[in-house]
Nanobody, 125 residues
Framework: VQLQAFGGGLVQAGGFLRLSCAAS????????MGWFRQAPGKEREFVSAIRWSSGSTYYADSVKGRSTISRDNARNTVYLQMNSLKPEDTAVYSC???????????????????WGQGTLVTVSS
């Protein structure tokens, strides 16, 4: 399984970015896909997740209302659209995939089976 995240970059506060996570190596129809981020000196934190089959979505309170997670079945790609970016959104963002992620664990990185290299998002004030 390979997960490759890309789309990060430098953006001014108030701007937007769309992150992509390209998944390959197996069928992900029964998987949950999660985005996590880690800022310098801080612990890794949940950002958003989506269940591939149902399309159910989940967001951290810190990004709710500003972000939208979606998936493209044909491209095996999950997207994270982030709007109204804030300096505190600065972090390395990575995607994870899990085949048996219970609802109670969907915000826990340890619940996922695979993760990929991250992409750096820097938001300047």
């Amino acid at each position: 399984v390979q997960l490759q995240a890309f789309g990060g970059g430098l953006v001014q506060a108030g701007g937007f970015l769309r992150l992509s996570c390209a998944a390959s190596g197996r069928t992900f129809s029964n998987y949950a896909m999660g985005w996590f981020r880690q800022a310098p000196g801080k612990e890794r934190e949940f950002v958003s997740a989506i269940r591939w089959s149902s399309g159910s979505t989940y967001y951290a309170d810190s990004v709710k209302g500003r972000s939208t997670i979606s998936r493209d079945n044909a491209r095996n790609t999950v997207y994270l659209q982030m709007n109204s970016l804030k300096p505190e959104d600065t972090a390395v963002y990575s995607c994870e995939a899990g085949s048996r992620v219970m609802l109670s664990m969907i915000r826990r990185a340890l619940a996922y089976d695979y993760w990929g290299q991250g992409t750096l998002v820097t938001v300047s004030s």
